[in-house]
């Protein structure tokens, strides 16, 4: 990475920084300031009481106050810039927790905003790691800004004030040239320290994504008895992992023993000086200690400045995944409005869908659904269905062709006030680790308990809830794992309902019911069709075989349509589906 890409990236870093720096942090921060510079000055005066201890009681000399008071000076100054230290890591914890917090929400915020593609090309255990590596990045640069740069910064101006008004030249020079020694150290390894520490960063997020994607299958796993052969690919991405943070390590090391040579280069040589100017009676036995303590003091944070330079480092690379995470552009957040007078009378004109490089899930399909009418869309796994609810809800965008919403585009309406008019129950249902209630509710939070009763006896729902030790307060488990797929389904199908939308889309609806159940729910959903735009996708024909019209989807592209009696007539594909379902019907 060049200078100026380096440049850039901390100026990233710096922007997201700011802008979690609210007034209330900014006041803990200027508190952590004060204090800084306060545990600065105690620690910088403390040497000076000590050389006049000394010189007082090794000999004649010009000592301002009596020994009593200089070791009660030197004693309070060391208790006061530990007690600083103390008070300024509270102060400075409340502003690194809000920090924290508020990156944790605005990040999660973002991916949510975040459209359809981003995710499909996304691991979960990507994302989570990469906010979680974002989260020990930003810890890092706050901790070493506020623990090491700024109190090193103060510690190293205050000493070199005191050596400098103590008639001490020659010791400041070989300060300088430490520092200067530092310098090109730290320098020449930040850039080799910040490359392995993205490599390291990235490593980790792999291994992340391979644990997490076993986990959440880890149904199939176990059915298949693939746990060796799981564990053992989690096993491969913890040890490049593994790997990479070594490699990171080994760097640090080599440069912390080159530090090491030069701090005891510095102190050999400081030391030796101090002896002769001793022995030649330029110096007291106060002055040597001073200067010995002060070169310490000096030395040491310099050294520790340098590994800052490295921690921040360090922690940019961190935040490297995150910085390309916002730069991620998130779905618009304005647009056309949809009021009480919108019908639904929906348009697909000529639409095109790509999902890679000569793979289209939908070639050129038109159709018009007039507001309250109910089409059925059925077809082969894999003819396009499902796309056609994606690009309804705006989660995909089409590649070619417009869909039209009572004569608007799509593209022109706002993304949340078109899910707003539209109810989705799809075949796999997605459920949270919550309770039932919460989970019917999550479609219109604002709805009432009563609201929630009503979409739960179309959904054929209420003798269930009832037999629950904890009825509407019982928690189904993650992705309602404690409950049947009739069950979820059925839950889906009433947070449906609760919503009242414009715009129905039932997809697969069905599927999981026993056949008397999906009867009883067949009759509600017809019921539900005559005040809502419906649209009905299935593939047992049975459910869509009262729609007004009906389409044969095959490869992406619309063969056949018609009410279902044309359709029987015209003995084409949904004829032939027709008899072989029925057939199997009859036989089971």
Known sequence: ??????????????????????????????????????????????????????????????????????????????????????????????????????????????????????????????????????????????????FTVLPVGAELTVAAVVLARTGQPVFLLMFSVAAACYVLLFGRSAARIAGSAREAAAARVAAGAVMTDGLLNYEAVKSFGAEGLTAGKAARALTRSEQAWLAFHRRYTANG??????????????????????????????????????????????????FAVQGLSHGSALLDKALALFAERPEPATGVQLDGTARGTLEFERVTLLYGPGRAALDEVSFTLPAGATLGIVGQSGSGKSSIVRLLLRLLEPDAGQIRLDGIPLADIAPQALRAAIAVVPQDVVLFDDSIEYNIAVGWPQATHQDIERAVQVAQLQEFIRRLPGGYGTVIGERGVRLSGGERQRIAIARAVLRRPLIYVFDEATAALDSRTEQAILLSLRALSRSATTLLIAHRLASVAHAERIFVLHAGRVVESGPHEALLRAEGQYAALWRAQQMGEAAA
């Open 257 to 306: 023993l080159a530090v090491a040579g030069v701090f005891a280069l510095v102190l050999v040589a400081t030391l030796a000086f101090a002896l002769h100017s001793v022995r030649a009676g330029q110096m007291t036995v106060g002055g040597f200690v001073l200067v010995n303590t002060y070169m310490l003091q000096m030395v040491r944070p310099a050294e520790m400045l340098g």
């Open 1 to 146: 990475m060049n200078l100026r890409s380096r440049l850039q990236r901390w100026r990233d870093v710096w922007r997201l920084l700011r802008r979690e720096i609210t007034p209330y942090v900014r006041g803990r921060l200027a508190e952590v300031l004060l204090l800084v510079m306060f545990g600065a000055l105690m620690n910088g005066l403390a040497p000076l009481a000590l050389k006049w201890l000394i010189d007082g009681l090794t000999g004649p000399g010009d000592v301002p106050l009596s020994a009593g008071i200089l070791i009660g000076l030197y004693v309070l100054s060391q208790w006061l810039a530990r007690s600083g230290a103390e008070v300024r890591a509270l102060r400075y914890a409340r502003a690194e927790r809000r920090i924290l917090r508020t990156l944790s929400e605005r990040m999660f915020a973002h991916v949510l905003q975040l459209p359809l593609r981003y995710h499909l090309s996304r691991q979960t255990g990507a994302v989570s790691q990469t906010i979680e590596n974002a989260l020990e990045g930003m810890r890092m640069i706050l901790h070493h800004l506020v």
